[in-house]
């Protein structure tokens, strides 16, 4: 059984007693003696509680906090109050993930977490353990996964160190180059950036909006009222700021990506000050995803994610960890994707052209609302008053539904279901028939006027909770329910093709020596 | 295609009451205080019969497609997957083959128990709603098909269900 690095006891306590600190803080202002005054010296001394409270919480914690990587288990005990002994069998294992922020790199060690498809959340956290001690874990939960993965009976094989035959079979599949960093930092929206941009504008101008806005000067341009002037002075600045905090947030996220494949896994590490690494095992896999947003896909360029069962929907942190490529070549990322997931041309079949008339009148509508709450509002305020000039809009309804119709379409390869929606944003997913949960053939009472229905290969990955699962939009009723069938028989006839190559691999490995790559570094290890 | 059992019909009728119930005596009662109080000062005779008639057409149209949905509801145990279609407004058709089912429930809520019957819960490690519900079964049939898809998914049952 191993402990934790010494250093996060006092890493994690200056963590907590920040929480803690903080929480005694506003305990005193509450609760402070002395009626309406707040008593100073209480208020410290209880902040001084929470603080020693929390170092010695974490010493526990350090102190009862053992792991022990076995066989076939990664074994965890730990908890103060509450005790756990928790066992992951590697064979679970989805995701290992090493962050390290500014100051845990200084002390040289970092937070491992390891992720399984069960749960609500990580699985296992180890904060903090050395480096090297990082990098060995990975390693070897690597090892155990993949044995684990291709011979389930297979047991009594000590725990090997491979470093010098990892390190030698490391090819380096991406790597993000200055260009590629600028324009994805440059024209990426990070929302959280948009809160951060107004605390910052309302930080910048004292609390008082009006500050920032040159009232003087606007008073002589010409033009109709200055307080829209001022409104939109505000709101540029404010976009402003959003957009220069997003792209340095950007930048610092996806600084040195780099995506390595090592054996049957993927390995990518990411970041300027907080440092991200982790794994993807290729065995585990549910989808891939390009995506071609729009700036991007006006210069050509392309981004790639891929999808394992391993976070858990909503799970914060998640977002950009299964990003294999944040941007890059739209060749480039298809051709990578294709050596993740050998799928065929993407030569996609569109959806009927009644689908098109569907979403011209879907937009007509909402132009008719828009114009609708136009009128009102002249009828009403007077904000407004040539409301009828909204109605111009309906020329652009035509062009916004051949180009949905357009960026829509599906293709049923021989191993992959390929779907792809969106204009300002086009995903395509490619995901393996063996992967697919559930097909569901849905058909909305308008869609159903036109003989249209959608069809989701669904999955287990994490990503799809926000309608993001594989969906085919908008296909021919009878061609979805052809295609319900074909993507369930395929979902048989590969899993069995699976089966198949499995048993045939172990009875392969009993029999005869072991000749594969795999096998041989395994033998070596065990000298 | 097996049906539901009819009397499933009595339990949503009386969901799609309750349901029609409370929102309905949420906005009347809301259109009755904006009359009655200062809130609203030239408050339009018309709102209390308005909210009436809005809440009276609501809960009509609850009880039609409770009634309605008794008639779309189908499903079957097929040879490698369980078949279902439902839903009044979104026709849903979902397959789900036994090779991926993680675990079948079979649940009573106090209204089902009433009306003696019970809902069969399909479990996958899917995303996407899909996990399925079959309710309106009697209890003896609701036993039989938990029984037969636990057979089914262990017969079927292949590598890592993820």
Redesign the interface.
């Known amino acids: 059984m191993t402990t934790l690095h010494p250093a996060s006891v006092a890493v994690r306590s200056l963590s907590r007693s920040l929480n803690t600190g903080f929480l005694f803080f506003v305990v005193g202002i509450v609760a402070s003696p002395g009626g309406n005054g707040t008593n100073l010296l209480s208020v410290v001394g209880l902040v001084a509680i929470g603080i020693v409270l929390g170092i010695v919480y974490e010493f526990a914690y350090y102190r009862r906090f053992r792991y022990e990587l076995t066989d076939d288990t990664f074994d965890v005990t730990s908890g103060v109050l509450a005790r756990r002994d928790r066992e992951l069998p590697l064979g679970r294992v989805q995701n290992v993930d090493i962050r390290q922020n500014v100051l845990v790199r200084v002390l040289g060690i970092a937070a491992v977490h390891i992720e399984t498809a069960g749960g609500g959340q990580t699985e296992v956290s180890l904060q903090y353990v050395d480096e090297d001690e990082a990098r060995r874990l990975r390693r070897q939960l690597r090892d155990g996964v993949s044995t684990d993965a291709s011979d389930t009976d297979e047991t009594g094989t000590a725990v090997r160190d491979t470093d010098a035959a990892s390190a030698g079979d490391e090819t380096v599949l991406f790597e993000i180059r200055p260009h590629e960093l600028a324009i994805l930092s440059v024209f990426t929206i990070d929302p959280g950036a948009s809160l951060l941009g107004g605390i910052a504008l309302s930080f910048a101008s004292g609390f008082d909006p009006v500050a920032l806005v040159p009232a003087n000067r606007l008073g002589g341009l010409p033009g109709p009222e200055t307080g829209l002037i001022a409104i939109a002075w505000g709101l540029l600045l404010f976009v402003l700021a959003a957009w220069l905090i997003s792209a340095a947030l950007t930048f610092t996220r996806y600084y040195g990506f780099r995506l390595t494949r090592v054996g049957d896994e993927l390995y990518y590490e990411r970041g300027l000050l907080q440092r991200y690494s982790g794994t993807i095992p290729l065995e585990k896999i549910q989808t891939l995803t390009i995506t071609e947003s729009i700036p991007f896909r006006w210069f050509g360029y392309a981004a790639l994610s891929v999808e394992t069962a391993g976070y858990a929907p909503g799970q914060s942190d998640s977002r950009g960890s299964e990003s294999a490529i944040p941007l890059a070549d739209a060749d480039r990322v298809a051709e990578l994707a294709r050596a993740i997931e050998p799928f065929g041309p993407i030569d996609l079949e569109s959806p009927p052209r009644r689908a098109r008339e569907r979403y011209a009148v879907r937009y007509l509508l909402v132009v008719a609302a828009v114009v609708g709450v136009a009128f009102l509002l002249a009828r009403y305020t007077g904000f407004i008053r040539q409301w009828y000039v909204l109605a111009a809009l309906a020329v652009l309804v035509p062009i916004a539904a051949h180009l949905k119709w357009r960026n829509r379409g599906v293709r049923l390869d021989d191993r992959y279901v390929l779907a792809r929606t969106g204009f300002w944003r086009r995903t395509t997913k490619v995901v393996p028939y063996y992967r697919v949960q559930a097909v569901l053939h849905q058909a909305t009472i308008f869609q159903r006027r036109r003989r249209l229905a959608s069809v989701t290969a669904d999955t287990a990955s994490s990503a799809s909770l926000l309608g993001r699962a594989a969906t085919a939009h908008d296909v021919d009723t009878d061609r979805g329910l052809e295609m319900q069938a074909a993507i369930e028989d395929r979902l048989q006839e590969r899993l069995r093709a699976r089966q198949h190559q499995r048993t045939g691999r172990r009875w392969f490995r009993d029999g005869i020596d072991p000749t594969d790559e795999e096998s041989a570094t395994e033998s070596d290890g065990e000298e | 295609m097996e049906r539901l059992t009819p009397r499933v019909r009595v339990v949503w009728l009386l969901l799609a009451l309750v349901r029609a119930a409370i929102f309905g005596g949420a906005i009347v009662g809301a259109a009755f205080g904006l009359t009655r109080t200062a809130v609203w000062e030239s408050a339009p005779d018309v709102l209390v019969p308005a909210a009436v008639a809005l809440a009276v057409a609501l809960a009509l149209l609850r009880i039609l497609v409770a009634w309605r949905r008794y008639g779309v509801w189908r499903f079957e145990l097929r040879d490698?997957?369980l078949y279902i279609e439902r839903?009044v407004?979104?026709?849903?058709?979902?397959?789900?083959?036994y090779?991926?089912v993680q675990h079948v429930d079979s649940r009573r809520s106090p209204l089902e128990r009433t009306t003696g019957l019970a809902t069969v819960v399909v479990y996958?490690?899917?995303?996407?709603s899909?996990d399925?519900a079959i309710p309106g079964l009697t209890p003896t049939r609701a036993e039989d098909l938990q029984e037969s898809l636990r057979q089914l998914a262990i017969e079927t049952a292949?590598?890592?269900a993820?």
């Open positions: 490698d997957d839903g407004f979104t026709r849903v058709k979902t397959v789900v083959p090779v991926r996958t490690a899917g995303s996407r899909s399925v292949g590598e890592d993820v």
